[in-house]
DNA sequence: TTTCATTTTCAATATATCTTGAAAATTCAG
DNA sequence: CTGAATTTTCAAGATATATTGAAAATGAAA
């Protein structure tokens, strides 16, 4: 396979994974090719490379860096910002833990521990199944939090299996 | 607060999430409903406390069977077909994460591995950089596969926290 | 300050996804 | 087998989400 066509096909398939895990598929599209390009890109270069409107490319830029994917590059004696991704997946893979756990993970636990509290006779039947599944839940979520954690440690740790030193 | 009104944020609010993770509002829905019914429900149980259309509620409860969270139930001496959700929340999760490394993770290091060989001079710094970027993500695709795995064996033993053991 | 390249915003539009509801298929009791 | 209850399908419609593009804002050079 061609370099040319092995990049377009990681940018199609990078969107269509993207969407399947919540991520707008040209945010994903953007962040792939900012992956594979070994120099840092214009709003321009992008719009043509994806053949995207000025707009929406800014706007998923802005979210990328966000999310701490992508970061603004000066290039001196250019007007022009130009654009790159992080490049080590695994620093890319903490980010996006860091941010889902902060933006989702986080959210969830907070509104567990506000049903956790049912008015009534602790005794009924419905209120402790309801309290339980909640409960579950909940405990569930701080496990993945506290998991999570250790996983952002250990960083590249975790690549080359020694994770375990970082859990004991 | 009131146990119906705790439900009803439930149901509400787990949809919400469902969205960012890109699952479809009313599954969520229909399944956190589940959740915290005592009892099976019928499709017709569901469309009155969702205020959804019969053929939503035949789809969505398919697609959760589908994903092993929701079962039929036959009660004796009934026609009607009930569901019921899986109460133990780490078997949910337990579940969720099979499906989606099947569904997700796997045709993901697939493509990778198609994308790794790239025609042309391996000392071409574009090349260069291309596959190593496409084998990082791969190795981390197949590191997370075997995280995934020990999470999916160790089962309640992650939740106890004696993970450790299935680790070693 | 003025000018112009560049970035940002956002209402309008387009697209993708979900939902409905009625018809078709299925199932089962009689 | 017949007919009614129940489930399933799917085209049409509704809704939610993404994209465009032009106008407004910004900011650097002259």
Known sequence: ????????????????????????RTMAQIHALLLV??????????????????GNVNMNIRDLIGWGLVDRVIISGE?????????DI???????????????????IKLL???ENIDGNKKDKDIQQFT?????????????????DILIKADENWFTGSILKMLK
């Open 1 to 24: 396979m061609k370099l040319i066509e092995a990049k377009q096909q990681f940018i199609n398939s990078w969107g269509a994974f993207g969407t399947q895990w919540g991520i707008n």
């Open 79 to 87: 007007r022009k910002e130009y654009f790159t991704a992080e490049k």
């Open 37 to 54: 390009s070994t120099d840092p890109l214009t709003q321009d270069d992008v719009m043509e490379e994806l053949s995207i409107s000025r």
């Open 113 to 115: 521990s506000q049903l």
């Open 90 to 108: 695994w620093k890319v893979a903490t980010q996006i833990i860091k941010e889902r756990k902060k933006r989702e993970l986080d959210p969830m």
């Open 132 to 148: 339980q599944v909640i409960s579950g839940i909940k405990k569930m979520g701080i496990q993945a939090d506290k998991t999570l």
